[in-house]
């Protein structure tokens, strides 16, 4: 390994609010559907929800820090919905700016340019209690959203990002109710997928009316990369269908204007589509700066010809379910006849393969069909079952703090987390990045998921994804070697 990148390459982090922040009840914040649905028995596997969290709303000072040390350019943080516009009227809540001001503008004194993500999931409960995602209103209100923030920190934001996987959005959150607001009906989550790409264009031409042409905007999609069994003409269509839904829905309408007709056919007997209104693809299609892609992991699938003998809604698990946990709903439409076979090779603790070539090959596919489209890889990471080891020599690691609030500081030395497998996970996947930029594509960052360990939806706080630990008894971020790792990256611009 020793690929340099490109000169100004970004390397960041990324977060989200409703899994770092905490603070549920202060700053005027009213709830979010996931407080909601943390809220009902058996949603969320350890009983857990963001209540706590990492505490970021109050240590953001440290957690800046942290990110000097790592020596990053951006950070990808979201922001809550409920805390800028917490009551139905709408009006936007001056302490909710004033947090975020602080925060952004504390980014800015350490030299990190903030990605800011607009809608990571924590709808307000009292659209929800509207109709939510499924109701065009939605859409509409999140346009007055986003105009309010680029009024307030048109300044302040490096990349507008309208959205974070609105797929998770809309087939979790209203196709098989695994996430909030824990609804199975994919007429449901069809409307959703489709107000969700009207919010995206919509958010877009409101940020630009505010702050012109001048404003970077992005939206970030969780692409599946699906791979078919087999060459058989079956296999192949079942990996068309699966990509169908899971990428061309949003892809067709946000980049094409368009949605494929196959979309409709697949879906007669669940929905007539009429949530699509006139114009509404020309709202959808705007022009955007940078694609934000976040990768994970692959998926293989073959043909299943018995769909009669399975109802029409049963595959297997959804990936962000446990193992174990028994899951009869597929949040996907039409995949009656698309069998997801089980993963290979070590698996992570999600569960998920580990395919780094899967990576290269969405970003080079990306660049093949948007020539010259600016991409950037905005979640990457794993989940392992880490622990903490004590060790003197890592004492000497820390540089200086910037942070002003030496008081509270708490990053452990002396202690470490020793995380070969998150490091060679990290390693792979850069490298895999390279090869594209290698191969013509014009990927411009990389951000590791995650910062720290957080709330990870449904599984609560059982699975770490952070380059730095949580503590989440005491609060202390504590390094990892995958830390420690992405420092150096960072800091030399080379894997
Ligand atoms: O934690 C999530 C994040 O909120 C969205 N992308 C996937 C991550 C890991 O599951």
């Not at 350490?110 to 409960?125: A, E, F, K, M, S």
């Amino acid at each position: 390994m020793n690929y340099r990148f490109p000169e100004g390459f970004t390397w960041g982090t990324a977060t989200a609010s409703y899994q770092v922040e905490g603070a549920i009840h202060e700053g005027d914040r009213t709830p979010s559907i996931w407080d909601t649905f943390c809220a009902r028995p058996d949603t969320i596997f350890d009983g857990s929800s963001g209540e706590n969290a990492c505490d970021q709303y109050h240590r953001y000072p440290q957690d800046i820090s942290l990110m000097k040390e790592l020596g990053i350019g951006a950070y990808r943080m979201s922001i809550a919905w409920p805390r800028i516009q917490p009551t139905p009227d709408g009006t936007v809540n001056a302490e909710g700016l004033d947090h975020y001001r602080r925060v952004l503008d504390m980014l800015r004194d350490n030299g990190i340019r903030p990605v800011v993500t607009l809608y990571h999931w924590d709808l307000p409960q009292y659209l929800q209690d509207c109709g939510g995602w499924p109701r065009r209103d939605t859409a509409l209100r999140f346009a007055e959203y986003a105009a309010s923030l680029a009024k307030a920190f048109g300044d302040r934001v490096d990349t507008w990002t309208t959205l974070n996987e609105p797929w998770c959005a809309a087939y979790l959150g209203y196709g098989c109710g695994d996430h909030a607001p824990g609804i199975k009906d994919h007429a449901q989550a069809l409307a959703a997928v489709h107000h969700l790409n009207l919010a995206h264009g919509l958010g877009v031409r409101a940020i630009r009316a505010e702050l012109g042409d001048k404003a970077r905007c992005s939206v970030t999609l969780n692409l599946s990369v699906t791979r078919a069994a087999t060459d058989s003409k079956e296999d192949v269509m079942a990996k068309k269908r699966a990509d169908l839904f899971n990428n061309e829905v949003f892809l067709g309408p946000m980049l094409e204007g368009r949605y494929d007709s196959e979309l409709l056919t697949a879906t007669a007997r669940v929905t007539d589509w009429n949530f699509v209104h006139d114009g509404d693809l020309e709202s959808i299609r705007q022009p955007i700066d940078v694609l934000g892609v976040n990768y994970y992991s692959t998926n293989t699938v073959r043909y299943r010809a018995d769909a009669t003998s399975i109802a029409s809604d049963e595959t297997a698990p959804v990936a962000t379910t446990p193992a174990g946990l028994d899951v009869h709903h597929n949040p996907i439409p039409a995949q009656e006849h698309v069998e997801t076979l089980p993963p290979e090779g070590e698996l992570t603790a999600m569960g998920w393969n580990q395919d780094p070539q899967g990576l290269t090959d969405i970003l080079l596919e990306l660049t093949r069909r948007y020539p010259g489209l600016e991409l950037m890889v905005t979640e990457n990471g794993s989940a392992w079952d880490d622990e903490v080891s004590k060790d003197d020599s890592v004492a000497g690691v820390l540089g200086p703090m910037v942070a002003d609030d030496a008081a509270s500081w708490s990053v452990v030395p002396g202690r470490i987390v020793h995380d070969p497998k998150r490091v060679a996970y990290l390693d792979a996947h850069i490298l895999a990045v390279a090869r594209a930029i290698d191969a013509g594509a014009k990927v411009t960052g990389y951000y590791a998921w995650s910062l720290l360990d957080n709330f990870e939806w449904a599984l609560g706080y059982t699975k770490r994804f952070g380059i730095v630990r949580v503590d989440y008894g005491t609060q202390e971020r504590i390094w990892k070697d995958s830390g420690l790792r992405y420092r150096d990256i960072a800091h030399t611009n080379v894997i």
